[in-house]
DNA sequence: AATGAATGAGTATTCATTCAT
DNA sequence: GATGAATGAATACTCATTCAT
């Protein structure tokens, strides 16, 4: 059995190991070629982007996806696994990046932080879809899956305090601000992206980076 | 009729003519003794926020409120009317207070803006079922609604990135920044906070208005 | 009381005695300044012959009248009694007619069954909503009123029938035929023409009235 | 998905695919081991012509057929789907039969109108549920069905008045007459007879043909 | 690996009618 | 004579999920 209901595997079982060799297979993204578990989720995320995951049936899905019924319930356990997949992913690929730009001690912290931010707009407006989903659509999660999600968010979250705790400790950052406040504070702008920012608009995801990063630095460095 | 399915009066219409002074009527707020159309929205309000637009049945919403289905859709031409009605109310509000406090011109720009943006915090705050409910719900409303939501929206914001901009001539904030990315700055964190604030954690509603406002404020003034 | 329920008192009670001296009373057919009970016919009527009896609701009736659901119950014991109402004038309309038309002794059976077939024809297109509902809504009366409607339009077609087997006396109409079905045979052509007139088509009522009549007298008459 | 909602297959996609030699496959008609579209369609049939469109609940439907709503809805788009193909049905038959008798050329043209129009009246005899739903539920199919179907009914009445034209080309029927009133006349009688037929009544279908047969004649024919 | 028929509980909405005023 | 708020039962339709094949 493929199906990872209950599974905490990281996410990445779902669709490994599918499709190697076969016909369909090897395909990495949602083309009409890619193995099927991957089509589904190019096109979940799509759909829950557009309408919603309440608004989005199964049925939707799979005629997106080219598949029936049958193929998604053989890969995913549930409608609220194909979301849980979307988090996992997207959650993966941030921290994955945040640790990357975190972990480099030898630039200074102010760096690292204008770094992070401007990364993590980027890869926001990228992801567009996964930006809108994420804040629209957590409490449509199961109880369990949605404690999962938060507390992957939360490990993020802290890792970019840290970052501000630092810059704080080196006297960088102003001493009187509340860390977790100026994460929440950065990270509703960055969740909001999904609300406003349109590829085919004036800016591009640099340009918002930039800007972004710019007013965070501002707001907490030592004047 | 009181219904009001495509009414534009403001939002009042539909709780007027229940009469002051019966035995019903009078009460603002939604407790047990407030007329039905009150009681309905409060008890809405406070379900949408709660699960979700989606995930809150009309049976649900009447059993709250303690009225049968049809007293609902005497006064409310459909579910999504309820949430337009909710929106609304908030966006008159938060509208009122920022046009009044934008319009002391014998204080400086920085001063209207750091105050603008605490008393945006503090009545998201104060209201935070209709926050959470802005954020996750609008793309549920009808096309036409949310286009009328939006627009009001646009206007509440521009009327902020108004003092961003009186900020920019006067010389007191940074030239560079463009003032719509400011705004949508700042909003993100705004409507952001129905997903972390909690009434019972060891914020007060004032303590996180000031350092909002004071992050606001240091990320765009002049050094 | 003025209800007419379970009254049968042959259908004029309903809204005899009404507005003689009120302001908006005397006039009849349906225009704005008619009485109450006519002008809630009229619009039944109009609607009930557009979209059908179980289509229309009766706030729509009392809309499209200009008055209120209260004053048509006060006129109304039900909407199925404003159906009954409407029956109950088209069936008298007829059979007065038709007894005036067979009353004719002095004139030849051929004759009179001509005109008599004629004339139906005529009251049916110049009263077509009435023919429309008749043949669709019957059933959705409740069943005593459907049963007192079919009773009367019983003694309507017996009469006609009379006619003709008169005419077979007289040795006018071909002795082989069933009166009953040639009956039932032309009455299924009148009932139809809702179906398929149109008072701006290329057929006046005349028109097909001399036609109608013409093809039930060949039908019928010793070659 | 087996869903008809707009398919224009002539009507008999909906059953495709169900399986001859399956368990539950094969049987026409609308017995207890018929396959569950055509249970569905006879029931529906059924109570259509007992109690009328708006007043036959999809759940009535489902019960009598002994399914579940869901069966239904994966077989037809919409109760208004049943109604159509119910429609459907009955005007491929008639069509089909016209057809075969109006193709005959050896005979003469009065033999096949007096064939043809017997021929009518027996199949709306035999199938006198549906003659009944056609004439009463027209006007509650979707537009753009009722449409559709009127479509088809007028390309019938079309043949049938192309053989009262070739009977008035070769001198057997009156030439005064508009053949498309005679079709409108006919026609309506046989609508009819859903209003007043009854199997158990004293006239066979045959004796009912064999007399509106014999009335049409008489009324087109050359003296 | 994949199908698609079938389920059954759930949804928003409508509406004729009543009744206190 | 007339109002209109309120009822409550009924309505068509949806959908995530299961399971025999």
């Known amino acids: 059995m493929a199906r990872s209901t209950t599974s905490d595997d990281g996410g990445t079982g779902t669709a490994a190991g599918t499709g190697s060799g076969g016909a369909s297979g090897g395909a ?15 096109e979940a995320t799509r759909l829950f982007a557009e309408r919603g995951y309440d608004r989005t049936s199964v049925q939707e899905i799979v005629e997106a996806a080219g598949v029936t019924k049958g193929a998604l319930y053989h890969y995913f356990g549930s409608k609220d696994d194909l979301l849980h997949e979307i988090y996992a992913r997207v959650l993966r690929l941030q921290t994955e990046r945040l640790d990357t730009i975190a972990a480099r001690h030898e630039v200074a912290v102010p760096e690292r932080l204008a770094e992070a931010a401007a990364d993590v707009v980027v890869t926001s407006i990228q992801n ?32 970019f ?12 950052f102003r001493p009187g601000l509340r860390p977790d406040l100026v994460v929440d504070f950065f990270f509703g702008s960055v969740h909001h992206l999904g609300t406003w920012y349109h590829a085919d608009g004036p800016l591009s995801a640099e340009q918002v980076a930039t800007e972004f990063s710019d007013l965070l630095l501002h707001s907490v460095r030592q004047p």
């Open 28 to 42: 990495s993204g949602g083309g009409p070629s890619a193995a099927v578990p991957e089509r589904l989720l190019a």
């Open 128 to 159: 567009l879809d996964d930006t809108k989903i994420f804040f629209r659509s957590m409490h449509q999660l199961s109880p369990e899956k949605q404690k999962a999600v938060r507390a992957e968010r939360r490990r993020y979250h802290e890792r």
């Open 161 to 172: 305090r840290s970052l501000v705790e630092e810059g704080q400790r080196d006297g960088h």
